[in-house]
C-alpha cells in the first residue's frame, strides 16, 4: 500500500511539474504510459479527476491544483530525505533543477560546473536556460540564477554581485557617427531598445553619474528587442546604441566587439542573486551547490566585473 502510493505520488507530482506525461516519464525513468497509468489508478482510488487531458495538452484541474499545492513541497522533501539515506546522510545526490538565464548561464555558470560534478559525482545538475523570471515553488526548480525574483515567504536569496547597467556601441557605429559627449547627445543616435519581458513595457534609458546627477535619455528607437543578447549582438554589428546590464555585454567588450560610450553613466541594475526555498530541509544537494556557486563567484572576481564603473 506504501509503495503503491508513493508511486502514485510520483506519477502525479511529476506530470503536473513538467506539464505532460512524457516529460514526466523521462524524468522518472519510466514509459509515458506507465505514468498516465499510475495517474490514472490513484484519481480512481481518490475518486476524483486531478488533470484535464487532451491530445495537445496536459493540465491540472480544480482538485488537482490544491492536492499539487498541498503536496508538492512536503513531498519533495521526503524525496530528499529517503535519497539521502540511500546515498548516506547528509551526502549531496539526486537531480538539481536550475532555472538561469541564456548569456549569464553561459558565461559565467556554466565553467563552474566542471569543478562541482566532478566534486559531487552523485548530483545531477538540470539546467534550464530562459530569460524569464521563473516561480521556483510552482515550477519545481531546486535553484534559480538571476536578477528580480519576487522573494515570498518561502524563497530565499544569496547575493552575489550588484550589476551596472552600461551604454555601448562598436567601433564602427562610432566610426561613422560623432560619439556623444553627454546624455542629450543621444538624442541623435540609433539606439537599441529593450521591451521589458514582465511589462512589455519599453524601458527607459535612465542613468546617473558619479557626482550623483540623474537623467532620462532620448534615442531614436531602430530595433526594439526583448532579448539582452539579441541586443548585445546587434549593437556588435553596427547598428546602433545598447544600454545593457555589463554581464551581458564583458565579453564583447573585453574581444573589443563594443565599447563604451559616455563611460561616466552608468544604472544600477537589480542585484544578481542566487535563489532557493527555505525548506526546514534543505537538501545536501542544494546546499552544495548554493556554496559551490558563492565560492566561484567571488573567487573568479566575477561580483568586481559587474559593477565596474
Given at each position: 500500500m506504501?509503495?503503491e502510493?508513493?508511486?502514485?505520488?510520483?506519477?502525479?507530482?511529476?506530470?503536473?511539474?513538467?506539464?505532460?506525461?512524457?516529460?514526466?516519464?523521462?524524468r522518472?525513468g519510466?514509459?509515458?504510459?506507465?505514468?498516465?497509468?499510475?495517474?490514472?489508478?490513484?484519481?480512481?482510488?481518490?475518486?476524483?479527476?486531478?488533470?484535464?487531458r487532451?491530445?495537445?495538452r496536459?493540465?491540472?484541474?480544480t482538485?488537482?491544483?490544491?492536492?499539487y499545492?498541498?503536496?508538492r513541497?512536503?513531498?519533495?522533501?521526503?524525496?530528499?530525505?529517503l535519497?539521502e539515506l540511500?546515498q548516506?546522510?547528509?551526502?549531496?545526490?539526486?537531480?538539481?533543477?536550475i532555472?538561469?538565464?541564456?548569456?549569464?548561464?553561459?558565461?559565467?555558470?556554466v565553467?563552474?560546473?566542471d569543478e562541482?560534478?566532478?566534486?559531487?559525482?552523485?548530483?545531477?545538475?538540470?539546467?534550464?536556460?530562459?530569460?524569464?523570471?521563473?516561480?521556483l515553488?510552482?515550477?519545481?526548480f531546486d535553484?534559480?540564477?538571476?536578477?528580480?525574483?519576487?522573494?515570498?515567504?518561502g524563497?530565499?536569496?544569496r547575493?552575489?554581485?550588484?550589476?551596472r547597467?552600461?551604454?555601448?556601441?562598436?567601433p564602427a557605429?562610432?566610426?561613422?557617427?560623432?560619439?556623444?559627449a553627454?546624455?542629450?547627445?543621444?538624442?541623435?543616435?540609433?539606439?537599441?531598445?529593450?521591451r521589458?519581458?514582465?511589462?512589455?513595457?519599453?524601458?527607459?534609458?535612465?542613468?546617473?553619474n558619479?557626482?550623483?546627477?540623474?537623467?532620462?535619455?532620448?534615442?531614436?528607437?531602430?530595433?526594439?528587442l526583448?532579448?539582452?543578447?539579441?541586443?548585445a549582438?546587434?549593437a556588435?554589428?553596427g547598428?546602433g546604441?545598447?544600454?545593457?546590464?555589463?554581464?551581458?555585454?564583458?565579453?564583447?567588450?573585453?574581444?573589443?566587439?563594443?565599447?563604451?560610450?559616455?563611460?561616466?553613466w552608468?544604472?544600477?541594475?537589480?542585484?544578481?542573486?542566487?535563489?532557493?526555498?527555505?525548506r526546514?530541509?534543505?537538501?545536501?544537494?542544494v546546499?552544495?551547490?548554493?556554496?559551490?556557486?558563492?565560492?566561484?563567484f567571488?573567487t573568479?572576481?566575477?561580483a568586481?566585473?559587474?559593477?565596474?564603473?
Open positions: 506504501l509503495s502510493l508513493r508511486s502514485y505520488l510520483d506519477a502525479f507530482v511529476a506530470a503536473a511539474d513538467e506539464g505532460s506525461f512524457s516529460a514526466a516519464a523521462r522518472l519510466l514509459t509515458p504510459a506507465a505514468v498516465s497509468k499510475g495517474v490514472g489508478q490513484f484519481e480512481a482510488r481518490l475518486g476524483v479527476r486531478l488533470f484535464q487532451s491530445t495537445r496536459l493540465a491540472l484541474t482538485d488537482g491544483e490544491r492536492l499545492g498541498q503536496v513541497l512536503p513531498w519533495t522533501e521526503i524525496g530528499d530525505a535519497t540511500r548516506g546522510a547528509g551526502k549531496p545526490a539526486g537531480t538539481l533543477k532555472a538561469l538565464a541564456h548569456t549569464v548561464g553561459r558565461e559565467y555558470f565553467p563552474m560546473m562541482f560534478v566532478r566534486r559531487y559525482p552523485d548530483v545531477l545538475p538540470d539546467l534550464y536556460f530562459d530569460n524569464r523570471q521563473v516561480d515553488i510552482a515550477e519545481g535553484v534559480a540564477i538571476g536578477g528580480g525574483i519576487e522573494l515570498t515567504d524563497l530565499i536569496a547575493q552575489l554581485a550588484r550589476m547597467i552600461v551604454l555601448v556601441a562598436s557605429y562610432l566610426k561613422a557617427q560623432p560619439a556623444p553627454q546624455p542629450q547627445d543621444l538624442a541623435r543616435h540609433l539606439g537599441l531598445v529593450r521589458s519581458l514582465s511589462t512589455g513595457r519599453l524601458v527607459p534609458w535612465a542613468m546617473k558619479k557626482t550623483g546627477q540623474e537623467v532620462v535619455a532620448s534615442v531614436r528607437p531602430v530595433m526594439v526583448d532579448d539582452p543578447e539579441a541586443i549582438r546587434a556588435a554589428s547598428m546604441i545598447a544600454m545593457l546590464p555589463l554581464p551581458h555585454v564583458l565579453p564583447l567588450l573585453e574581444r573589443g566587439d563594443l565599447v563604451r560610450v559616455l563611460p561616466q552608468f544604472a544600477e541594475a537589480l542585484p544578481l542573486s542566487i535563489y532557493y526555498t527555505s526546514k530541509l534543505l537538501p545536501a544537494k546546499r552544495a551547490f548554493v556554496d559551490h556557486v558563492v565560492e566561484e567571488r573568479r572576481g566575477h568586481a566585473r559587474f559593477k565596474q564603473g
